[in-house]
């Protein structure tokens, strides 16, 4: 098991920059998977970025070329770069781990959630 904890979100405007941080439990920290994920008012959770065991990414097509997503297994922390931020990126970001070294677009797959950040962009 792992427990997982978002840092680094706040507001900025339009065109800014983010770094968004996910501190994880345990030693076995980098046998996970992790995704990050985001939900805006009204709307669904989605996915954003994910990132394997090997470090393999695959990103949402909203964000791709934006953000970036990597991991630092010594630290037990995976990060979020978000560059070039718009108004429609402003959500709750959250941190996800599956037991699978797989990389994961699908919410259901993830096993263990931090709490979230708030991510706000203003025009």
């Known amino acids: 098991q792992v427990q997982l904890g978002e840092s680094g979100g706040g507001l900025v405007q339009a065109g800014g920059s983010l770094k968004l941080d996910c501190a994880g439990s345990g030693r076995t920290f980098g046998n996970y998977a992790m995704g990050w994920f985001r939900q805006a008012p009204g709307k669904e959770r989605e996915f954003v970025a994910t990132?394997?065991?090997?470090?393999?990414?695959d990103y949402a097509d909203s964000v791709k070329g934006r953000f970036t997503i990597s991991r630092d297994n010594a630290k037990n922390t995976v990060y979020l770069q978000m560059n070039k931020l718009k108004p429609e990126d402003t959500a709750v970001y959250y941190c996800a781990a599956r037991d699978s070294a797989l990389k994961s677009s699908i919410s259901q797959r993830y096993d263990y959630w931090g709490q979230g950040t708030q991510v706000t962009v203003s025009s």
């Open positions: 990132i394997s065991r090997s470090a393999a990414t």
